[in-house]
Nanobody, 123 residues
Framework: QVQLVESGGGLVQPGGSLRLSCAAS????????INWFRQAPGKEREGVSC????????YYADSVKGRFTISRDNAKNTVYLQMNSLKPEDTAVYSC????????????????WGKGTLVTVSA
């Protein structure tokens, strides 16, 4: 079965860290760019970060630049999003999506997406 499964979400205090994982099964991530998106209640979905198929290109939304780091481990068929210095405004459901070619950070340009993992930043 082809799927993407996100994990690593949870409750964290402001200033804390979490590492999200996006694990693929049923196919290899090697030839895809991987995007992370988030959607907070009542807000539009936002493209957070993307990593190219080779891992040599990474992109970040201005809102997370300098705090989040995307990486990939093709041997584990997994992409990670390390989130540091978390803020309450980072609270959202985070999901990953794959696309062929270059990073677009466009949700509806993805080949498919995972179901997401909830991140809550609160004291």
């Amino acid at each position: 079965q082809v799927q993407l499964v996100e994990s690593g979400g949870g409750l964290v205090q402001p200033g804390g860290s979490l590492r999200l994982s996006c694990a693929a099964s049923g196919f290899t991530l090697d030839y895809f760019a991987i995007n992370w998106f988030r959607q907070a209640p009542g807000k539009e979905r936002e493209g957070v970060s993307c990593i190219g198929s080779s891992g040599g290109s990474t992109y970040y939304a201005d809102s997370v630049k300098g705090r989040f780091t995307i990486s990939r481990d093709n041997a584990k068929n997994t992409v990670y999003l390390q989130m540091n210095s978390l803020k309450p405004e980072d609270t959202a459901v985070y999901s990953c999506g794959i696309e062929r070619g270059s990073c677009s950070l466009s949700y509806y340009g993805m080949d498919f997406w995972g179901k997401g993992t909830l991140v809550t930043v609160s004291a």
